[in-house]
């Protein structure tokens, strides 16, 4: 949630003539995140977020309307405000913009994860894999096989010959995985720590769908236990990990053939957040307010992953 694109006292004004949320009062950036523009935008009725959509190629009307669903089934997420007309999207200079309704808490990106915290997400996102099922829509999402291996292509060029060659053969284990015919349908596909609002250790709501795509239920869960369950030296904390399955499992049941393909999955997640970052660092949006994850991290998660046959414990 860098900030990229700045908007004037003057354009926000005139954006509010579009809502009925009252006039603008004042407007504070988000120094969260990597991949949009958001800000706390306060008005002379509430507080909300307001975001300006700096990747050209998401699918915001999916996102949108699946926050429209799980937020009318009881799961507690952003909503999207609408305009005078009806809308949900806007443009300014030249980009898609949305406000959304704030929830309350804060994230907790530098907190390590309580087992209470743990339950509450576990059983969070099985509740999106299975109201989700009440949205049609259909989305392949940006980091589908195609950017895999076009982003490794692209990195070739920076990287050195050790990790061309880890990518490359975890390419391979990424086709096998989405070739596999595990269970599937809408997935969250980011939901890291930073996603997720607390009071305490309360869950609040989860945020940040732009990434929301039609994928295989395991593959959410990898990227979540690659994120929440980490050791000081990045292996599994498996209690952790343990909290948040069987918190799962109790929504939806795990299969056999996803247990047998769990140690593969968690690479397949690692490996996602490790070319993303490679791509930040090496290829960087410019913006005012930036923020960077260090790729070596996953790099370490990815190689933790291949070394060790972590397994599923329902």
């Given at each position: 949630?860098?900030?990229?694109?700045?908007?004037?006292?003057?354009?926000?004004?005139?954006?509010?003539?579009?809502?009925?949320?009252?006039?603008?009062?004042?407007?504070?950036?988000?120094?969260?995140?990597?991949?949009?523009?958001?800000?706390?935008?306060?008005?002379?009725?509430?507080?909300?977020?307001?975001?300006?959509?700096?990747?050209?190629?998401?699918?915001?009307?999916?996102?949108?309307?699946?926050?429209?669903?799980?937020?009318?089934?009881?799961?507690?997420?952003?909503?999207?405000?609408?305009?005078?007309?009806?809308?949900?999207?806007?443009?300014?200079?030249?980009?898609?913009?949305?406000?959304?309704?704030?929830?309350?808490?804060?994230?907790?990106?530098?907190?390590?994860?309580?087992?209470?915290?743990?339950?509450?997400?576990?059983?969070?996102?099985?509740?999106?894999?299975?109201?989700?099922?009440?949205?049609?829509?259909?989305?392949?999402?940006?980091?589908?096989?195609?950017?895999?291996?076009?982003?490794?292509?692209?990195?070739?060029?920076?990287?050195d010959v050790d990790d061309i060659n880890l990518i490359n053969q975890e390419i391979k284990n990424q086709v096998y995985c989405e070739n596999k015919s595990l269970p599937s349908g809408i997935i969250h596909s980011d939901l890291f720590r930073d996603n997720s609002m607390f009071i305490g250790d309360n869950l609040t709501?989860?945020?940040?769908?732009?990434?929301?795509?039609?994928?295989?239920?395991?593959?959410?869960?990898?990227?979540?236990?690659?994120?929440?369950?980490?050791?000081?030296?990045?292996?599994?904390?498996?209690?952790?990990?343990?909290?948040?399955?069987?918190?799962?499992?109790?929504?939806?049941?795990?299969?056999?053939?996803?247990?047998?393909?769990?140690?593969?999955?968690?690479?397949?997640?690692?490996?996602?957040?490790?070319?993303?970052?490679?791509?930040?660092?090496?290829?960087?949006?410019?913006?005012?307010?930036?923020?960077?994850?260090?790729?070596?991290?996953?790099?370490?998660?990815?190689?933790?992953?291949?070394?060790?046959?972590?397994?599923?414990?329902?």
């Open positions: 949630m860098s900030v990229y694109t700045r908007l004037t006292k003057e354009e926000l004004e005139q954006l509010l003539n579009r809502y009925d949320i009252g006039s603008f009062i004042e407007i504070e950036g988000i120094n969260e995140g990597i991949t949009n523009s958001n800000y706390f935008l306060t008005t002379s009725q509430n507080k909300y977020i307001l975001t300006i959509f700096e990747e050209p190629d998401l699918n915001l009307n999916y996102a949108i309307e699946l926050m429209d669903t799980l937020s009318t089934n009881g799961i507690k997420c952003p909503i999207p405000i609408k305009t005078k007309d009806g809308g949900s999207v806007l443009k300014i200079k030249g980009k898609p913009l949305s406000i959304f309704s704030l929830l309350p808490g804060k994230t907790i990106t530098n907190v390590t994860p309580t087992i209470k915290m743990c339950e509450q997400i576990g059983s969070t996102i099985g509740d999106i894999h299975l109201y989700s099922k009440k949205y049609s829509g259909n989305n392949n999402g940006l980091r589908d096989t195609k950017w895999f291996q076009k982003t490794s292509e692209k990195l070739n060029s920076v990287l709501g989860v945020i940040d769908f732009y990434y929301a795509c039609n994928g295989y239920y395991l593959y959410d869960l990898a990227i979540i236990i690659n994120d929440w369950c980490l050791n000081n030296d990045i292996s599994i904390n498996i209690d952790r990990q343990n909290a948040i399955i069987k918190s799962y499992n109790r929504k939806r049941k795990i299969e056999v053939l996803e247990k047998q393909m769990w140690s593969k999955v968690l690479r397949h997640a690692a490996l996602r957040f490790w070319l993303s970052r490679l791509h930040d660092k090496y290829f960087p949006t410019a913006g005012e307010i930036t923020h960077q994850h260090d790729p070596n991290k996953f790099k370490s998660i990815l190689i933790d992953r291949i070394k060790k046959n972590y397994e599923l414990k329902i």
